[in-house]
């Protein structure tokens, strides 16, 4: 019988781990599988498959799925302004959906019998692995040593040293997941619920004082140049988030709920999310109707929830998708944003689509589009209900 396994392959030392037992104490024929999101070097990439060489896989393939990440999730996620509990851009559990289906379709490709991860069983990664996973290859049986085998990171670190493995991993006291949406960092402080985590925990340090003005252009929602210079929207995300890590920008922690129940803690660093998607709401607050931002914001609170319950291939997420993908016929124009020490500003907004109009009439001025007595009349129908209501009530 093959014993043919496909593991995704992150380099970290759970998947060293499940790539050494895989291999050596179960005799598996492991194909080591990293899906590039973004936020990684060539040199970072040919470290990696020199490591997964020396844990004993048979081959290594690296898939470069950032356009892919791009167009079938960070799209959307600019459209609705998604901020996980107004706060995280959704980072890490984004391109776990797209890492989990292009694992899945290499191993179809090459008939693997098996797929492995490292999740543990306390996490959200292990459902969204999981539900890709058995939806796409429900014939590909999954194989989960950490969760399996309740691993403490000791453990594993001691496993690894039996079999002559010593990477050093002690020293990582901070797990850094990098990616084109952002890079999360946990260590011992997020396993609290009162200790921040210290400055040099995050991977990028102030270099720059100051400020600095940066232009984004938008065309029909997507990011199609930044100070005046075109490139595709993940390549200008990227430009963006070099300016802006600078400043040491986009900082904070994120606490919400698992997929499992329990509460969660995690920093992130993420600047060209929360730059763009910041920037994207204020265009759509210039551009879009009163009606359309009231049903975007809850379509997108629902997307966002869903995305990171491992809920992708759900068929109502294409739904959302194309209302998504409808409202942002006229949401072009540029946003101009300022760059701190830390923080950033939103200056403003320049588009042929900007509804405040000065023509119709300006808040709180004069008036052009309609009279006064047309304005006491609106007034009175307006407050009609209510009118009634205390009316009837004060009187029973």
């Known amino acids: 019988m093959s014993k043919k396994l496909v593991l995704a392959y992150s380099g970290g030392l759970d998947t060293s781990y499940c790539a050494v037992h895989l291999s050596k104490d179960l005799g598996y ?122 691993l403490s990171r000791q453990e594993e670190i001691d496993y690894l040293k039996k079999n002559d493995v010593d990477m050093s991993w002690e020293k990582a006291k901070y797990s850094v997941n990098k990616g084109l949406w952002g890079t999360s960092v946990g260590g011992e402080e997020t396993l609290t619920s009162e200790k921040p985590l210290p400055e040099h925990a995050f991977p990028s340090q102030l270099e720059k004082e100051g400020e600095e003005k940066v232009t984004l252009t938008f065309k029909k929602g997507q990011l199609v140049a930044l100070n005046s210079t075109s490139n595709t929207p993940e390549k200008n995300i990227e430009a963006l988030h070099k300016l802006a890590s600078a400043y040491a920008i986009g900082r904070d922690i994120h606490v919400g709920d698992t997929i499992v129940g329990i509460k969660g803690r995690v920093g992130f660093e993420a600047a060209a999310a929360l730059i763009t998607v910041k920037a994207h709401h204020l265009l759509e607050k210039h551009t879009l109707t009163k009606w359309q931002l009231q049903h975007k914001e809850y379509l997108s609170s629902f997307y966002g929830m869903h995305l990171h319950e491992g809920q992708y291939l759900d068929p109502v997420m294409r739904n959302i998708e194309a209302f998504l993908e409808s409202s942002q016929q006229n949401v072009s124009g540029d946003v101009v944003v300022t760059l701190k020490p830390y923080h950033f500003t939103l200056d403003g907004i320049s588009s042929k689509h900007d509804l405040m109009n000065a023509k119709f009439g300006s808040y709180g001025e004069m008036n052009k589009g309609w009279t006064a007595d047309e304005a006491k009349g609106f007034i009175k129908i307006i407050g009609n209900q209510n009118k009634i209501y205390h009316q009837v009530n004060s009187e029973s």
């Open 29 to 150: 024929e492991v194909h080591a599988v990293s899906v590039n999101t973004g936020g990684f070097t060539s040199e970072e990439i040919g470290k990696i498959e020199a490591n997964a060489y020396k844990m004993g896989v048979s081959t290594y393939t690296n898939i470069d799925a950032v356009a892919s990440y791009y167009e079938k999730v960070i799209k959307y996620l600019i459209y609705g302004n998604v901020l996980k509990n107004n706060t995280y851009p959704l980072s890490v559990s984004a391109e776990r959906i797209i890492q989990a289906i292009e694992i899945v379709e290499y191993a179809k490709s090459i008939n693997a019998d098996y797929i492995a991860h490292g999740s543990t069983g306390a996490g959200n990664d292990q459902v969204r692995f999981d539900m890709i996973f058995q939806t796409l290859a429900p014939h590909i049986e999954i194989i989960t040593p950490i969760r399996d085998k309740k």
